[in-house]
């Protein structure tokens, strides 16, 4: 049983800063790619930025340059470095898991941490 643990969400004022975490348990993190996905009020749940098992990343295009995806291995865990945050950054972070499990590509999410950008 896979599970996904995020935490690092809360209340910041514009441009400034957040690390969100995902811990996940389990074994065999290092086989996993892994995403942050977000949700605003209402809206559907959008692609924020995604790094492969071997360390690729990639970034929705409103937030390249301020957030950034990085992994430790050793710690079962991702995180979302969000640098000049702005108020559309608001919405529920949600932390994504995924492999091939042959025959299919198995997806995992965790419950989501809140993020609130408002002065």
């Known amino acids: 049983q896979v599970q996904l643990l995020e935490s ?4 910041v004022q ?21 995403g942050w996905y977000r949700q605003a009020p209402g809206k559907e ?7 492969t098992s071997n ?11 301020r957030f950034t995806i990085s992994r430790d291995n050793a710690k079962n865990t991702v995180y979302l ?13 949600f932390c994504n898991a995924g492999r091939i499990d042959a025959p299919e590509y198995r997806t995992y999410w965790g419950q989501g ?3 609130t950008v408002s002065s």
């Open 55 to 65: 360390g690729g990343k990639n970034y929705a295009d409103s937030v390249k340059g």
């Open 113 to 115: 941490t809140q993020v």
């Open 8 to 11: 690092g969400g809360g209340l």
């Open 81 to 93: 470095q969000m640098n000049s945050l702005k108020p559309e950054d608001t919405a529920v972070y």
């Open 45 to 51: 749940r959008d692609f924020v930025a995604f790094i």
């Open 14 to 34: 514009p441009g400034g800063s957040l690390r969100l975490s995902c811990v996940v348990s389990g074994s065999s993190f290092a086989s996993y790619n892994m």
